[in-house]
């Protein structure tokens, strides 16, 4: 049976991780993987996040299965965080799921549930993992136009454009803030022109949310997501604690599906639970019960905020180096856009030779579309980018 499967294309992430490892240079530069460093290349546990474990073993005297969605007072946190005040609480439905990714699979599995023939609008570019996933799943893939190469900034006349030949039944998936690949993201203005499509077309929007906090800030974050429900007679979130928490291999996501009808918030409830039993039965709960017990305690919800504001600052001010340092050796502003970006990631906007000519000519290794997570680097990490961005021809 084994000898019918069929190899699967290798993940270039995982393999350019495997690349910078095995290359000797001092002065290489990993912007490649998708995770917050510090300023000595680290990932660390975050404060309020050693406390909260240290209260859940102290106090935990059980590790039974919590529910097929997860622990309720996880989903009322993580409501509470990501919507606020924007929809009732009744009307949202909500499961616990392995991460983001488990959110967003979830999501794809419930519109395939709904309406076998949906299709989904997809950003150009987007997390690859958003296309691998509708692939198998065998849901229809519509591009919509994003980023544009020439500025480095969002196609919006091309975006909407394309999102205007969306029909009720079709889901449009948004990436809340911190637009991953490209850092480039939608303005105030433009997320109300979206919402007015969403409404024009009734198509139901599907909004993937995994930086909140990274961007300008936890509710600056979350305000367009939180307008948008509010405009909307459904829609689908998935959020992720990954990057905001600093709980990466926990695993902790959440699928919200929003419908103001208290039947469909019902039977909403009970697909999520019952797509869980069927994928994995129980979601995880250790990262869940981390993130809970944060929010709900106020002195470590505190110092996690302060906390993420330093995270956030810190790549602000990265930004705001490379670009200076790139006006600097160019005598030109072209990179301004790299100050404007917000989240992890920033898209150069070159070809897939000029990132190959910086791995191998300098060291700097980066996604083949150009992308590089901004965290990767450091202060003095900062000026060999930049150099290298100018020698290459960038």
Avoid at 108 to 115: D, G, I, L, S
């Amino acid at each position: 049976m084994f000898e019918n499967l069929q190899s699967q294309p290798a993940d270039k992430i995982l393999a350019l991780m495997q690349m910078y490892k095995d290359d000797p240079r001092e002065t290489k530069v990993d912007l490649g993987v998708g995770v917050y460093k510090d300023a000595t290349g680290l990932t660390p546990v975050m404060r309020a996040v050693k406390a909260a474990e240290q209260q859940i073993w102290q106090a935990q005297d059980t590790k039974v299965y919590t529910g097929l969605a997860g622990d309720p007072a996880f989903a009322d946190a993580m409501i509470a965080l990501v919507l606020g005040d924007a929809v009732p609480r009744a009307t949202v439905a909500a499961a616990a799921t392995p991460g983001g990714t488990g959110a967003v699979r979830q999501a794809f599995e419930m519109v395939r549930m709904a309406k076998p023939d949906a299709r989904v609008f997809v950003s150009d570019p987007t997390w690859p993992n958003h296309l691998s996933i509708l692939k198998y799943l065998d849901i229809e893939v519509v591009p919509y136009r994003y980023f544009d190469d020439e500025t480095r900034g969002v196609d919006f006349d091309g975006m909407m454009a394309d999102l205007k030949t969306a029909h009720a039944g079709d889901v449009i998936l948004l990436h809340g803030c911190c637009h991953n690949p490209t850092g480039a993201n939608l303005n105030a203005s433009q997320w109300d022109d979206v919402i007015k499509v969403l409404q024009d077309t009734g198509a139901t929007p599907m909004i993937d949310i995994a930086y909140q906090g990274f961007g300008d800030g936890l509710d600056a974050d979350a305000a367009a997501t939180r307008k948008l429900v509010a405009s909307v007679p459904e829609c689908l979130i998935a959020a992720s604690c990954s990057k905001n928490f600093g709980i990466y291999r926990e695993r902790t996501g959440l699928l919200m599906a929003v419908a103001a009808d208290p039947a469909a918030h019902a039977l909403n409830q009970a697909t999520l639970a019952f797509l869980n039993r069927q994928n994995f039965s129980f979601p995880p709960d250790h990262g869940a019960r981390i993130v809970t017990t944060i929010l709900n305690d106020d002195a470590l919800r505190a110092d996690w905020m302060a906390e993420l504001e330093e995270v956030r600052g810190a790549m602000l001010g990265l930004r705001t180096q490379l670009a200076g340092e790139l006006q600097r050796l160019s005598g030109s502003d072209r990179f301004g856009f790299l100050g404007q970006h917000r989240g992890m990631f920033s898209r150069l906007g070159t070809s897939p030779e000029k990132v190959e000519e910086l791995r191998v000519k300098h060291g700097i290794y980066m996604v083949g579309d150009s992308r590089m997570n901004i965290a990767g680097l450091n202060t003095d990490s900062v000026p060999i980018l930049a150099a290298a961005i100018i020698d290459v021809g960038i």
